[in-house]
Antibody, heavy 118, light 109 residues
Framework: QVQLVQSGAEVKKPGASVKVSCKAS????????ISWVRQAPGQGLEWMGW????????NYAQKLQGRVTMTTDTSTSTAYMELRSLRSDDTAVYYC???????????WGQGTLVTVSS | QSALTQPPSASGSPGQSVTISCTGT?????????VSWYQQHPGKAPKLMIY???KRPSGVPDRFSGSKSGNTASLTVSGLQAEDEADYYC?????????FGGGTKLTVL
């Protein structure tokens, strides 16, 4: 069965960076892209970007351009999302999901809570 | 890219039907047939309910249906059940970007 297992919760200070991992299993990793979506406490979903696990092509949300980097490691079927220069409003649950860029997004990770606080 | 517009809340009694709208522009909803709907229960990850405007993933009851007219997409839940109470989000492809709606809290009375 398809599973996406994310890394654990993080607490970071403003200005720091965070790197969240998303390990995929149960399917051919390079056949699907990975989307990243975040949700601030009590707020809605926000699309962050997408990466092709086939060739590494990326699309990032315009508001995060320059602060976010998405990568994949095909040898371990793992996707990564790094967010730099963290601010308090980056506090959110970060989700990875299989699909995106017109392909259906039908499997989600369990979410990773990132808290940014001084 | 601005968020898609959804009503903040919707409600219906068990057995009734409810429709949730999702309004965008010709650059997102109106320009592509890649509108999705997600259901999210508190503390849980979102679940895909509809993709490509009106397609249902395997396992999603046929009580859930989607449609689109112009720049507005809609999700209809027929035969409301208690377990349908959740937040619902629409999303649309917008040409190398994706945009979500603000979410609609569906209450089953």
């Amino acid at each position: 069965q398809v599973q996406l297992v994310q890394s654990g919760a993080e607490v970071k200070k403003p200005g720091a960076s965070v790197k969240v991992s998303c390990k995929a299993s149960g399917y051919t990793f390079t056949s699907y892209g990975i989307s990243w979506v975040r949700q601030a406490p009590g707020q809605g979903l926000e699309w962050m970007g997408w990466i092709s696990a086939y060739n590494g092509n990326t699309n990032y949300a315009q508001k995060l351009q320059g602060r976010v980097t998405m990568t994949t490691d095909t040898s371990t079927s793992t996707a990564y999302m790094e967010l730099r220069s963290l601010r308090s409003d980056d506090t959110a649950v970060y989700y990875c999901a299989r699909g995106g860029d017109t392909a259906m997004v039908n499997y989600w990770g369990q979410g990773t809570l990132v808290t940014v606080s001084s | 890219q601005s968020a898609l517009t959804q009503p903040p809340s919707a409600s219906g009694s068990p057995g009734q039907s409810v429709t949730i709208s999702c309004t965008g522009t010709s650059s997102d909803v109106g320009g592509y047939n890649y509108v999705s709907w997600y259901q999210q229960h508190p503390g849980k990850a979102p679940k895909l309910m509809i993709y490509e405007v009106s397609k249902r993933p395997s396992g999603v009851p046929d009580r859930f249906s989607g449609s689109k007219s112009g720049n507005t997409a809609s999700l209809t839940v027929s035969g409301l059940q208690a377990e349908d109470e959740a937040d619902y989000y629409c999303s649309s492809y917008a040409g190398s970007q994706e945009v979500f709606g603000g979410g609609t809290k569906l209450t089953v009375l």
